[in-house]
């Protein structure tokens, strides 16, 4: 009796029925789709598959490992996107785990033979095969861009010092709008805000500085400490916002000369908030405006008219006759507008540019959601180093981007350094600082409620989380009494809010 042979169909498909050979097509193919290399490995091609296969199996733990990771702790997901080191890695890893992939296709294709499929299947495998291309390959291609843009931005962006801790619970952050340009000798932050934010719930209070605050002190410690023991109080001219040119002036007393300026306004703004100021972030004019640009516009709703003047008399700092309006209501901002509304003086009160000022910063932390950054994430990277300059070291953003989460979950309170509580010539550095602890506890007992309210069930977690959404305190009898910041918000929204 004759022996009946086994003809293998993975490798000799013409010896095997035609549904055999379709089923075997698209077997090959789901095999390199999820284990690249393990169809040469299956035709004896070890050297290739070796290799083939490190890489796939390395990708794969990687990949499980930092799921395991960010499951344990979410911000272990922004370190992955904002460590140089790992984004440098990861720029050069994808690329090749791209054409590892799609070398060991192309040959998948090659084995199967395309020939031996019935007429109905090939067009389908075809289909599949260019499908799979566009899927995997293409997102592989725009994930390395996006990468190297992240890497450059990261170190472009952001600096290489010691990470500081949170003192009292608190990270302090001064935020200067700088008016650097054409036309201009040296640098007058035209805005200063110092953002307070707690660490752990991520509570934030945003202190207004009138620029032309007088006879500012400085912090102990400080090099212009020695230069002005009694603070700053040349005369009408020695401002806060001229703080900063003083520190270039004297920039060989400190650590960092170049970063005198920006260290010399954060030692004043310690000294006049009683706030230890941890970092600085500076945004340029033009560069805001390229920023509000790549994000899109703003949008905010204004409650009255603000002019829009021309060019700027560098000789005196005063602007030429208006040329148009920015009108009441719900407005879309693009950058020119944007930085007009920030910035214009005619027609209104520093109080009110404050306010204004904020309501621009309350709508760019909106506007930056996570659907804004990726589909304009190529423009605002390109923006922002440009745009914003920082002392904040790399190895820390993880931690804010998680914290910077946290902000936008809670409710922004403000503080404005203005009259009628302080009065910027003449300024009660003592009732400064009182008026900013008690802002800031009041804001921490907010935030402990919150938390409460958030533990408690849900018919009365919902209850609590409302009364303090709307400024209003609980009361044992369950009516909401007005709280003093209610007239001041009340006024604050008359001229913006961000909808």
């Known amino acids: 009796m004759a022996e ?27 095999v390199t789709i999820l284990l690249p290399g393990g169809v040469q490995l299956l035709f004896r091609s070890r050297r290739w598959a070796r290799i ?47 054409l590892n992939w799609f070398v060991c296709l192309v040959d998948t294709i090659r084995r199967i033979r395309l020939v031996t499929l019935s007429k109905k299947a090939r067009p389908r495998f075809l289909a599949a095969f260019c499908a799979l291309v566009l899927i995997v390959v293409g997102p592989l291609a725009w994930g390395t861009n996006m990468l190297n843009s992240q890497r450059g931005l990261v170190s472009e962006l952001f600096a ?4 500081a801790k949170p003192v009292d619970g608190r990270y302090n952050i001064l935020l200067l709008g700088s008016d ?9 932050p035209d805005s200063l805000s110092l953002v307070s934010i707690d660490a752990e719930t991520g509570k934030t209070v945003i202190i207004g500085l009138p620029r032309n605050m007088q006879n500012v002190p400085f912090a102990e410690g400080s090099p212009l400490a020695s230069v002005y023991p009694q603070g700053f109080n040349c005369g009408s001219e020695c401002l806060l916002n001229a ?51 790549s994000l899109g516009g703003i949008t905010i709703v204004s409650g ?27 407005q879309k901002l693009d950058g020119f507008n944007a930085l007009w509304y920030a910035r214009s003086r005619e027609f209104s009160s520093d109080y009110e540019r404050m306010i204004r000022q904020r ?40 931690s804010f981007v998680d914290l910077a989460l946290k902000v936008k979950s809670q409710k922004i309170e403000s503080l404005d350094l203005t009259p009628p509580r302080v009065t910027p010539s003449q300024p009660d550095f003592a009732e400064a600082r009182r008026l900013v602890a008690e802002k800031i506890d009041a804001a921490s ?12 069930p849900a018919g009365v977690g919902a209850g609590v989380s409302a009364g303090i959404g709307t400024g209003a305190s609980v009361t044992a009898s369950g009516a909401g009494d007005t709280t003093p910041d209610e007239g001041e918000e009340a006024d604050a929204r008359a001229i913006c809010y961000v909808p």
């Open 445 to 456: 007992r907010d935030a402990e409620k919150q938390t409460e309210a958030l533990a408690m």
């Open 243 to 293: 703080v900063f040119q003083q520190g270039e002036k004297y920039k060989d007393r400190f650590e960092d000369p170049e970063r005198a300026g920006e260290q010399a306004t954060m030692d004043a703004v310690s000294a006049v908030t009683g706030l230890e100021v941890q970092y600085y972030a500076m945004i340029n004019l033009k560069g805001f405006e390229n920023l509000i640009d």
């Open 359 to 398: 309501c621009v910063q309350e709508a760019m932390v909106k506007q930056l959601d996570p659907a804004t950054v990726l589909t304009r994430y190529q423009d605002i990277a390109k923006a922002t180093p440009g745009a914003l300059s920082t002392d904040i070291p790399s190895s820390q953003v993880d």
């Open 52 to 98: 083939s296969l490190s890489i796939t199996a390395l990708s794969w733990l990687l990949l499980i490992v930092a799921v395991i990771a960010i499951l344990i702790n979410r911000t272990f997901a922004f370190t992955i996107g904002t460590n140089p080191i790992i984004l440098t890695f990861l720029t050069i890893w994808v690329p090749i785990v791209g």
């Open 4 to 30: 009946t042979r086994y003809i293998d169909p993975i490798h000799f498909p013409s010896y095997a029925s035609q549904p055999t050979r379709d089923v075997r097509a698209w077997l090959l193919l789901l």
């Open 304 to 330: 009255k008219r603000v002019p829009i003047s021309s060019k700027v008399d560098p000789t005196t700092g005063k602007h030429g006759p208006v040329k148009g309006w920015i009108e009441p209501g719900e």
């Open 160 to 163: 290489s010092g010691k990470v």
């Open 180 to 188: 650097a340009g054409k036309g201009r000798t040296g640098i007058r």
